[in-house]
């Protein structure tokens, strides 16, 4: 029998606001522990709560964004629960009216898209956090994060496999990171998220019974945990076994999920509004005023780079994955730049550097004139591309243009057609044996002659005008 997985997300995102959600205190991360607190979050008695108001406004962006209903009306609620990081012994939260109902957002895998529909977004406060390590047989609580605005996404169950539900978070946190208001940095938690999971036949319309898997904070292990979870549960399943609704964490160190707590079909959380906040009233003008001010968004900015530069879906998909990567591309363009071949050095050069620093392009050592300019030479014949590889290299590294690294290297390409000759003559000389099998037919060996010259011209010889060449002296 053949199963498929039911996954839902429930993403939350820590919201970019200067302050907490209910106080003065700032949000900044880092911060020696304990140091951004005050009597509202640290739940001293008799103090009153004030509501963010750029937090309110972040979320309803996000709304807007990703195609939810705004609420006109909503309101705060207190959840009920005893945890040692929340120290009011309840948490602020929105149940029955929040601020965003339903809404969606389309991934793309292999070039075909597929809409994950959104079920509510809402707004909430951060608990604290817990440290165990280093701390003996004890734990130690830090408050820094408790208030800390937090927005909830929340997934309808339309997930059907690991790599779906990493496409939406990758797609999600773009659009996040596109609309500045969160900075989708994983490591640091300001962007999690918690998994539903069940399988079932296929062509069963009914959900089986559902694990969760808690707190994943990178693409990989949400695609680790998820594929590991789906094979439990389907061995489980086929042996006759009974799954446990339950709580799990993903274990990367030994690429398990491991049971955390039973749970049963609904925590009693004793939801009931909260009596020290006013209903958040978000009329039209304001939500008008939101809406106006919406940026271009990832899939408007990548059907645009297909349209207006003629670029490949794949290129366009990896140029507006980042905000400040598409606006780097469209600088080169705006200079001047070809936008394929841009686009190919991005992917291709760039990127590997990049990667292998671990840096985003806001941290590139390497300004986009500086690219164009490179460019410009391979256009105009004075470098030729494989030279081009080594002074991209060059640029990357010392922060210099590719007209003095070209200079100072002595890079300049040899186009003057009876060096070039001479440097083909002397190739066909030393190989002939090579040179009799290629005018018998086997033309493979033209890239062997090609090779020999540029190691001959230290990589210098113009290609073009060495294969023109080459033709011309092997044809019987």
Known sequence: MQYEAVIGLEIHSQLLTESKMFCGCSTRFGSEPNTQTCPVCIGMPGVLPVTNKKAVEYVIKTGLAV??????????????????????????????LPLCIGGYVDIYIDESSKRIGLTRIHLEEDAGKNIHEGAGSYSLVDLNRAGTPLMEIVTEPDIRSPREAVEFMKKLRAILRYLGVCDGNME???????????????GQKEFGVKTEIKN???????EKALEYEIKRQIKLVQSGERIIQETRLWDSQKG????????????????????????????????????????????????????KYNLPVHDS?????????????????????????????IMSELMKFLNEENKSI????????GLIGLLRLIDTNVISGKIAKTVFEEMYKTGKDAETIVKEKGLVQITDEGAIEKAVDE??????????????????????FVGQIMKATKGKANPQIVNQLLKKKLSP
């Open 317 to 345: 998909d990896l140029l507006t994955s980042e905000k400040a990567m598409s606006e780097w591309f469209e600088e080169g363009v705006r200079l001047g730049g070809e936008p394929k071949a841009l686009s190919n050095w």
């Open 216 to 222: 994943m904070n990178s693409f990989r292990f949400i």
């Open 67 to 96: 195609n939810c209903e705004i609420s006109q009306h909503s309101r705060f609620a207190r959840k009920n629960y005893f945890y040692p990081d929340l120290p009011k012994g309840y948490q602020i939260s929105q149940y029955e």
């Open 427 to 448: 190739a066909i000389a030393g190989n002939p044996k090579e040179a009799e099998r290629f005018k018998a037919g086997d033309e493979k060996l033209l890239g062997f």
């Open 188 to 202: 640091q938690g300001s962007l999690r998220c918690d998994a539903n999971v069940s399988v079932r036949p296929v």
């Open 256 to 307: 398990v999920t491991e049971s955390m707590r039973s749970k049963e079909e609904a925590h009693d959380y004793r939801y009931f509004p909260e009596p020290d906040l006013v209903p958040v009233d978000a009329d039209s003008a304001w939500i008008n005023d939101i809406k106006a001010g919406l940026v271009e968004l990832p899939d408007e900015k990548r059907n645009r780079f297909i349209n």
């Open 362 to 369: 806001e941290e590139c050592p390497l300004k986009i004139e």
